[in-house]
């Protein structure tokens, strides 16, 4: 059974860092793009960075860049999303997604396979 299970998410002060984690179960990432997206309350769904396959091509959304890194570690079959210099408004519900793909990622595809997200909380 494919499964992306999200990990990391908790309650950090505006300024702070938090790593999430998306490991993937029942297949590989070896094939697949992965995306994390956030959901905050009363909002729509936005996509947050992307990498590819091989990890050779990334994107971020413009409210993010500079501040988070994506990564994916092959050998554990997970993806990283590094999040620094956290704001409030960073403050979401954060969704790990699989499209199988060997393009370069992108943010607006239609993505197969999501996980059950995890909350990141931001606050003083």
């Known amino acids: 059974q494919l499964q992306l299970v999200e990990s990391g998410g908790g309650l950090v002060q505006p300024g702070g860092s938090l790593r999430l984690s998306c490991a993937a179960s029942?297949?590989?990432?070896?094939?697949?793009?992965i995306g994390w997206f956030r959901q905050a309350p009363g909002k729509e769904r936005e996509g947050v960075s992307c990498?590819?396959?091989?990890?050779?091509?990334?994107n971020y959304a413009d409210s993010v860049k500079g501040r988070f890194t994506i990564s994916r570690d092959m050998a554990k079959n997970t993806v990283y999303l590094q999040m620094n210099s956290l704001k409030p408004e960073d403050a979401a519900v954060y969704y790990c997604?699989?499209?199988?793909?060997?393009?370069?990622?992108?943010?607006?595809?239609?993505?197969?396979?999501w996980g059950q997200g995890t909350q990141l909380t931001v606050s003083s």
């Open positions: 990498i590819s396959n091989w990890g050779s091509s990334t």
């Open positions: 029942g297949f590989t990432l070896y094939y697949y793009a």
């Open positions: 997604a699989a499209l199988r793909t060997t393009a370069t990622c992108s943010l607006q595809r239609v993505y197969e396979y």
